[in-house]
């Protein structure tokens, strides 16, 4: 089995929705997965996108996605590449296709002098952490994400003006 990683194009956003939402349900987070394609449409291929998808190929059929976006480093003073997902269809897991499209995203960083490639994992995801380390990933124990979401952005961003 051959896998390829390639950009992806106008045309694949049922592709990376059917992803989403098979990762969402991993995660059990279906009931957060509300894109649609359109969304997809309007933020992966407008004229100046902010996030871009890779698709992983298995012998030509679609296995998996990972969509990332450029952040930046202070104390590093480089950009470097945020992963927001990465996802390989459960039936093939084990066969590349993770890694592949993580070797990727580390030549895409690379080749635009990024100083990390970083990602979140949910802490009860063990096959996936191992996943991560046994590439020599390394976990930010001593920090927590925060979030703002619904009304209290909404709120916060009305005490701007």
Known sequence: MSISIR?????DEALILGFIRELAAYEKLSHEAV???DHLTRTL???NPKAF???AEEDGAPVGFALYF???STFLGKHGIYLEDLYVKEDRRGAGAGKALLAELAR???ENDCGRLEWSVLDWNAP????????????MDEWTV??????????????AS
């Open 7 to 11: 950009n992806a194009v106008k045309g």
């Open 35 to 37: 894109a649609t394609p």
């Open 45 to 47: 291929f407008c004229d």
């Open 53 to 55: 998808a890779l698709i």
């Open 70 to 72: 450029f952040n930046y």
């Open 108 to 110: 895409i960083a690379v």
């Open 128 to 139: 996936s952490i191992a996943f991560y380390k046994s590439l020599g990933a390394a976990p």
């Open 146 to 159: 925060y979030r703002l979401t619904g009304d209290a952005l909404s709120d916060l961003a009305g005490a």
